[in-house]
Structure formats: C-alpha cells, structure tokens
C-alpha cells in the first residue's frame, strides 16, 4: 500500500540508450512531479503535470519527455541517455495548491555508463 | 521568483547538543514552507510544515517573515537525526504550484 511507488530502483545502461521510469500515486492527489537529485544532492524540479495536463516544464533537455497516462501516473522517458543525466530521479504527488506537502518516491537511481 | 537558501552544507553536533539548522527564503507572495529529511539512500520524508505548527521527533520551526527565515531547531540532538535536511518553499508559478528546494544540510550527530 505504498503512497507513490516508482520503478525500477535502480536502472544500469550504456549511453544512447532509450530507458523509462514508472511512478504511481494511490493518494487521490492530482498533480505529480518528476525531481532530479544530482551527486551534489541538488533537488531541482523538471516537471509537473496536473490532471493529465504538463503545467511545468523547468529547462530540461528535449529527451526527457513525461507521459501521464491518468492521474494517477507520470512515466518518464529518456531518449539518448548521456553520461550527465546520471542522478537519482523521484517522483512525487500532491494535491493542486501543495499546501501539505508534496509525498515522494523512493527514487530511481539511474547510472549511465 | 522564488529561493530558498541553505547557507550550511554540513552541520556537526555532538549527542545532546542543540541543533539549529538554518533557512531563509525569497518570494514575493505569501510562502508556505516547510522541512524534508532524507535518511541515507531513501526517500524525501516531510518533518514539518510551518502552518501547522507541530513538533515533530523534538524538532520546531518557526515562520519569521521579517527576517524571512524559517530556522528548524531541536534542543536535544540525536543519533538518529544523522540525516539531510532540506527546506523548502511552496509557491505558485505559471499555471501551477512548485516546491522549491534549498541545496540541503547534511547532519551529523557525533557521540
């Protein structure tokens, strides 16, 4: 009965590759983000969808392309991997106005080799 | 534009000394703020929000928009606290809302 599941946990691959992450929220929330967290710990949003509908898109290069199926769902594609994108990724949920906070995922480490 | 900043990257106290780990944001509405703790290799946890104005494990914090801070403070530090700490701001921003981070503080609590 987790809040905001993500998978893979961990993710290997060569550059150039294509790889998709899965996030899913059973909390009724209607908007979901997608975060990176960089080795320097850095949290930056890269995007957040509300009902479907891509709200926030932060400066993220064209081969990072999020999908939301439902609201309950924010899949993120990465076309091309480079060696840079390297970083654990998480998903997160809340309700529209964030006033409670946001619930996160356990994260996905990606490592691009 | 909103920020949030986190002027110590590291934090070290010994146990039971008290911890004050600090905060101060910019943004030109009324923010809502609160503090996450990220325990080695897991997930962001929400500590506190600063509307609600509980304590959490022994930690506080308290909304000062004069000084635009919002420090989180505990009197007594724990072993278990060891952990990142990051703050963050709640703001709306084109069509939506976005949580703002701080860089983060890591706490280190030595016996």
């Known amino acids: 009965d987790t809040a905001v599941s993500q998978t893979p946990k961990y993710l290997v691959t060569q550059m150039g590759n294509d790889k998709s992450i899965k996030c899913e929220q059973n909390l009724g929330h209607d908007t979901m983000y997608w975060y990176k967290q960089d080795s320097k710990k850095f949290l930056k949003i890269m995007f957040s969808y509300n009902n479907k509908e891509l709200i926030i898109n932060e400066t993220v290069p064209n081969r990072f392309s999020p999908k939301s199926p439902d609201k309950a769902h924010l899949n993120l594609h990465i076309n091309s991997l480079e060696l840079g994108d390297s970083a654990v990724y998480f998903c997160?949920?809340?309700?529209?106005?964030?006033?409670?906070?946001?619930?996160f995922g356990s994260g996905t480490r990606l490592t691009v080799v | 534009a909103q920020r949030v900043t986190q002027p110590e990257k590291l934090l070290s106290v010994f146990k039971g000394a008290p911890v004050e780990l600090k905060c101060n944001y910019s943004?030109?509405?009324?923010?809502?703020l609160f503090w996450y703790v990220q325990y080695s290799r897991q997930r962001l946890q929400l500590l506190l929000r600063?509307?609600s104005r509980e304590s959490i494990k022994g930690f506080t914090a308290d909304l000062n928009k004069g000084e635009t801070s919002f420090h989180l403070k505990k009197p007594f530090a724990q072993e278990e606290d060891s952990a990142m700490y990051y703050c963050a701001l709640s703001g709306r921003t084109g069509g939506g809302n976005k949580l703002t981070f701080g860089t983060g503080t890591q706490l280190k609590v030595e016996l």
């Open positions: 600063h509307i």
């Open positions: 997160a949920s809340s309700q529209s106005y964030g006033g409670d906070g946001y619930t």
């Open positions: 943004y030109s509405g009324s923010p809502e």
